[in-house]
């Protein structure tokens, strides 16, 4: 049997991929190793639960408040306003998106890539067999890489594939506090906390992501030497949530910039994490994700149907037409606040400001900046400047 496509990897993005691209009358496989869970705080907005018809069984709470927390422990609670943002466990989450492209038409493998291989006869992709152990070979028109960070079939397969910046990111995923515990005090299962603090991460941030019966407490960075384990347990301590029980825990790379190209001018294309379509600032990954299989598969299609190689660009182009702002402006931001904890504190004083609020979490739910109120984004603008040139105290 001869694939129109072989996706490989079943993560959000090469489900979602896999699923469009069989919906639309082509004969997909799927590839994936399966028993994974990637580190994952598991926030979903609005906007995604919307355009892909996620069910509410997988939303294992619902968010109304994001608190700010600096790292002289000043906190800035965000209220979510007009609905809530989704929280999922990628283990569940995961497991369905795969399942449903399996439904839609996909024929799903179990197993690990390993090369992609061309002759006369044309493109093969080989993987191993995860029943049999034993090497097994897809025909196929065209391939799509979307097996996450420091992408196997980018490095292959498509120029400066190899070259992306991340950060690691580590989580523990612990039984959430019950009501009346000593560590419920400071625990809400309807908050996020957002730790902007340089004894946590030198770069990044940790958090606290409620799961419902669980949570996920971790942080992310991409200094070397920075002990993970070590700083997401003190965390725990800080957060009063040392004394509950460890479900799992959990590490990866989290790539934040998109790769310059994603296809190889022949016959493959990349998508989510393989492509670098996560956040920067935020580091949220599942939404783009989600659109950048939606992206690959549209350009894998539009390729199958015109026979032009050229059009796998399509997927890079269509993505970043809609969302290259908001990552340059996502990114311009983690330049700013996140080198220091001097400018972590301003950052937080920030976003106490209720055009910030509003205008931020605008963008968030509905993926887009916000450009109904001009006046608001300009005194933004002011602000910002006069926190970052010092012209404000830190603790205002």
């Known amino acids: 049997m001869e694939f129109d496509a072989v996706v490989i990897g079943g993560g959000p993005s090469g489900a979602t991929a896999a699923e469009l691209m069989a919906r639309n009358g082509a004969k997909v496989a799927l590839i994936d190793r399966e028993g994974r869970i990637k580190p994952c705080g598991g926030a979903i907005p609005p906007r995604l639960i919307a355009d892909f018809d996620i069910p509410d069984h997988l939303l294992v709470a619902r968010i109304r408040t994001a608190r700010m927390i600096s790292p002289t422990h000043r906190t800035v609670d965000i209220p979510i306003e007009n609905g809530f943002v989704g929280m999922v466990d990628r283990e569940d989450f995961d497991a369905f998106l795969r399942e449903r492209a399996g439904r839609a038409g996909a024929y799903r493998r179990t197993g690990t890539f390993l ?51 991340y950060v690691i990111a580590y989580h523990e995923v612990i039984e959430a506090p019950v009501n009346g515990a000593a560590q419920a005090a400071a625990y809400d299962p309807d908050r996020c906390d957002v730790i902007y603090d340089g004894a946590i991460s030198p770069d990044f941030y940790g958090w606290v992501f409620p799961h419902g019966e669980r949570a996920s407490v971790g942080m992310g960075t991409s200094v070397k030497g920075v002990d993970l384990k070590s700083a997401t347990r003190s965390l725990r301590v800080s957060a009063g949530l040392d004394a509950c029980e460890t479900v799992r825990r959990e590490g990866a790379p989290i ?58 660009r399509l997927a890079r182009r269509n993505f970043m037409a809609e969302h290259k702002t908001v990552f340059k402006v996502l990114g311009a931001m983690q330049d700013a606040y ?59």
């Open 255 to 312: 790539p934040l910039k998109p790769l310059s190209r994603w296809d190889n001018g022949h016959d493959v294309v990349l998508s989510g994490d393989a492509a670098g379509v996560v956040a920067p600032s935020s580091g949220e990954g599942i939404y783009y994700a989600m659109v950048g299989g939606q992206c690959a598969a549209e350009a894998a299609l539009a390729c199958l149907a015109s026979g032009r190689t050229r059009d796998l």
């Open 115 to 165: 090369r992609v291989e061309r002759d006369d006869a044309g493109t093969k992709v080989v993987y191993r067999d995860k029943q049999s152990g034993k090497e097994m070979t897809l025909p196929t028109r065209l391939v799509i890489g979307a097996d996450g960070a420091r992408s196997d079939v980018a490095r292959a397969e498509v120029p400066g594939g190899a070259e992306i910046p």
């Open 338 to 396: 996140y080198r220091s904890d001097e400018r972590r504190e301003r950052f937080v004083s920030l976003c106490r400001d209720v055009d910030v609020q509003r205008l931020t979490f605008e963008a968030y739910m509905n993926k887009k900046l916000v450009r109904a109120r001009p006046l608001a984004h300009l005194k933004i603008m002011a602000k910002n400047i006069a926190h970052l040139t010092g012209l404000v105290p830190a603790t205002s």
